[in-house]
């Protein structure tokens, strides 16, 4: 009952929730509250936290019963300043969500590049070039089987995968394959990964990318205005 009173809240704005929306297909992933003013998440695996509410009151209400969450997802900017008062997190990031909503397969770019899956001995490289996640996390998502690599003839020219909390990302081209449709072809991949396991493919970009937002609307995905916030 709880689990529809979310799905029902959230899918008034299917872009905005839509990560919020597959999580909770994912049996690691429990409603702690929901009704027709808001849900809170609370997904075990990745350890975060996500809350969407109609007005700060009832954000405030919800994240009473939450004792040191060390991530929370917040879907509007009332949220951010709710969620500070109670825990003050030190790290801010407010991302646009792209989606990809036609059940139809994306049409492969020609490319020679071929995509492979990439294991634990690619730790090294893609630490030196990907800046934005830490080892642990990197390491992680190599081991899920989550990342893959294009590579043009036998070496690795760019890398992409899936975060643990289910958006596409982590993607990576190396200088020197910059602007030869590598990211495209990765992304392309991995959104119709997506589809294929029944899955709505979609991204979150951070505000201010200007390059993944162009890469996602070519691809054909919707992206959001508002933004959400990752509160770490």
Sequence with gaps: ??????????????????????????????????????????????GVYMISAQDGQTAEEMLSSVKRPEVIVT??????????KQFRFHRKTACHQAAYFNRNPLPVPESSAVIRPLDESYLPFL?????????????????????????????????????????????????????????????????????????????QIIAGNTASLKLQQKLGFTVSEQTICWLE
Excluded: W
Aim: glycine share 8%; net charge negative; aromatic share 10%.
């Design 75 to 84: 879907h509007q900017n009332f949220c951010i300043d709710t969620v500070q």
């Design 127 to 203: 630490l030196k070039y990907y800046s934005l996640a830490g080892i642990v996390s990197v390491q992680e998502r190599l081991e899920s089987g989550s990342m893959f690599g294009a590579f043009l003839s036998g070496a690795l020219a760019g890398f992409a995968g899936t975060h643990a909390e289910g958006s596409m990302g982590l993607l990576e081209v190396l200088p020197e394959y910059r602007r030869q449709g590598i990211a495209l072809v990765l992304e392309t991949f991995l959104a119709n990964r997506f589809l294929a396991e029944g899955r709505v493919p979609f991204a």
């Design 1 to 46: 009952m709880v689990s529809k009173q979310a799905v029902s809240y959230l899918s008034k704005d299917m872009l905005l929730h839509i990560d919020m929306l597959e999580i909770l297909k994912r049996k690691d992933t429990e409603v702690l509250q929901a009704s027709d003013r808001g849900a809170l998440l609370y997904n075990e695996s990745c």
